[in-house]
Nanobody, 121 residues
Framework: VRLVESGGGWAQTGGSLRLSCTAS????????MGWYHQVPGKRRELVAG???????DYAASVKGRFTISRDNANNTAYLQMNGLKPDDTGIYYC????????????????WGQGTQVTVSS
């Protein structure tokens, strides 16, 4: 299984970035996908998840600003990040999370290498 993230970078407060995660080695359309955020010294936290059926989950801190989506034809998940804030700075990781009955349960065992997002004030 391989997850490759792209699209990170630098943005000003209020700006936008779009992250992409292309997966291989898994039946993409049969798996949930998720994005996690990590800053030094803290654990990775779920930012957004999308189930196999397209049901989405968001952390309270990003609800209304970030949108997760998926393109099953291209085995790619996206995270559209709008209204960026300095607290959004960190490394964003793609993951194949565990979902049960269309509900998020926990992170899965497969992770991407991460992509850095830096938001300046």
């Amino acid at each position: 299984v391989r997850l490759v993230e792209s699209g990170g970078g630098w943005a000003q407060t209020g700006g936008s970035l779009r992250l992409s995660c292309t997966a291989s080695g898994i039946p993409f359309r049969l798996n949930a996908m998720g994005w996690y955020h990590q800053v030094p010294g803290k654990r990775r936290e779920l930012v957004a998840g999308i189930s196999m059926s397209g049901k989405t989950d968001y952390a309270a801190s990003v609800k209304g600003r970030f949108t997760i989506s998926r393109d099953n034809a291209n085995n790619t998940a996206y995270l559209q990040m709008n209204g960026l804030k300095p607290d959004d700075t960190g490394i964003y990781y793609c993951n194949v999370p565990v979902y049960a009955r269309d509900a998020y349960r926990q992170p899965g065992i497969y992770w991407g290498q991460g992509t850095q997002v830096t938001v300046s004030s």
